[in-house]
């Protein structure tokens, strides 16, 4: 066993695939079951509690559902032998011409293995506005790679159409409760994805362990190598009562920067640890893009994300539904942010029930 990151984890060596790095220890969680009430293009989203019980001590043989490749039923989907490090292609390519591959691919860009039965179901939500060519070399990179994986999962483009500034925390909000609608039965796992990172490393699975997990550990850019313990952005993933119960993303972040640190805020806050594979596994290669310069009032905003977090997030955001699309790769969900926000300060005074949220929400032009 070793120590790494202040999280332990064990090396699962298996007959059936290669040795991939294990979670050993968790804090335990007692949840109230989720209600949503539908009816309608919306629904009325009810936050789930959770009490926070005792620490579990360190034990052995606590193995992380997800990686374990040993099922009593032979029907289980088994992770394959061939797991590990991978080709990237960043060879400009047109969006419409990826459209065309991966016939086994749904309509909408979902996807279940026809020869086993997935341990997971997965909604992987994409951050994007102008960045078509980003778009279609990470659809190329990512379908191949998550079918080998034996994942069911989907896949949500969420795009900004105005001309506001960049708000990727409102943006994943959204797309959260608009996935809740076009898909009744859910997803236990939730990936928050940008456009512009490719995996490296097919031991990096794409599915949720029962503490959050940071996947983008190490980013190869051209500026340099990026690591950051506290970090929870770039690739994220997280279960969908843990990303309610933090009340999701904060809709106070306009421009670049500010809203993945404020989650890890959040997360710790509830009593979640961020784990990690080893910096060995969790790669990525960012593809070539124009850098922004971080808000500095955002840097300012996360001294108030404790006081703030009840209020700001899924509770209160407002949005425009432009529309919804299905295409051959990937379901597009496109949406117009509210523009006071941009402009309103937090406080007792000018907060926004869940009710009104989801009034405005209900406006839709598709």
Not at 101 to 106: A, D, F, G, S, T
Not at 141 to 170: A, C, R, W
Not at 312 to 329: A, K, S
Request: glycine letters at 6%; proline letters at 6%; charged letters at 20%.
């Amino acid at each position: 066993m070793i120590l790494c990151d202040h999280i332990f984890y064990e090396w699962l060596d298996t007959s059936s695939g290669p040795e991939v790095p294990v979670l050993a220890v968790y804090p335990v969680f007692k949840k109230e079951p989720r209600v949503i009430n539908g009816g309608g293009p919306g629904f009325n989203l009810d936050l789930i509690k959770y009490q926070n019980m005792h620490y579990q001590p360190p034990t052995t043989n606590i193995l992380e559902p997800d990686l374990t490749t040993t099922e009593n039923s032979s029907a289980f989907c088994k992770l394959p032998n061939n797991l590990g490090p991978i080709n990237v292609d960043m060879t400009k390519v047109e969006l419409a011409w990826v459209e065309t591959l991966y016939p086994q691919v749904e309509r909408g860009g979902m996807y279940t293995p026809s020869n086993c039965i997935p341990k997971h179901k997965v909604c992987i939500i994409v951050s994007y506005r102008d960045r078509e060519e980003h778009l279609a070399i990470f659809l190329r990179h990512i379908h191949p790679f998550l079918m080998n994986q034996k994942l069911e999962y989907s896949i949500y483009v969420v795009e900004q159409t105005d001309n506001k500034e960049f708000n990727k925390g409102m943006l994943y909000n959204a797309a959260f409760l608009e996935t809740q609608v076009m898909k009744p039965d859910g997803c236990d796992c939730l990936i928050f994805q940008d456009v512009d990172l490719l995996p490296l490393d097919s031991r990096n699975i794409y599915s949720c362990p029962k503490q959050p997990r940071h996947m983008s550990v190490v980013i190869n850019s051209r500026y340099r190598f990026i690591y950051d313990d506290n970090n929870f952005g770039g690739v994220s993933a997280i279960k969908y009562e843990q990303f309610v119960d933090i009340n999701g993303y904060s809709n106070q972040y306009w421009g670049w920067g500010g809203e993945d640190d404020d989650i890890s805020i959040r997360l710790r806050h509830k009593g979640y640890f961020i784990s990690r594979y080893s910096k060995s596994i969790a790669r990525y290669i960012m593809l070539p893009h124009v850098k922004r310069k971080p808000v500095l009032a955002n840097r300012a905003r996360l001294k108030h994300t404790i006081a703030n977090y009840p209020h700001d997030g899924l509770n209160n955001i407002q949005y425009h539904l432009v529309g919804t699309m299905e295409n051959n790769l990937y379901t597009l969900i496109q949406i117009d942010v509210d523009k006071y926000l941009h402009q309103m300060e937090l406080s007792p005074q000018n907060k926004i029930n869940s009710n009104e949220s989801t009034k405005y929400r209900n406006k839709r032009v598709i």
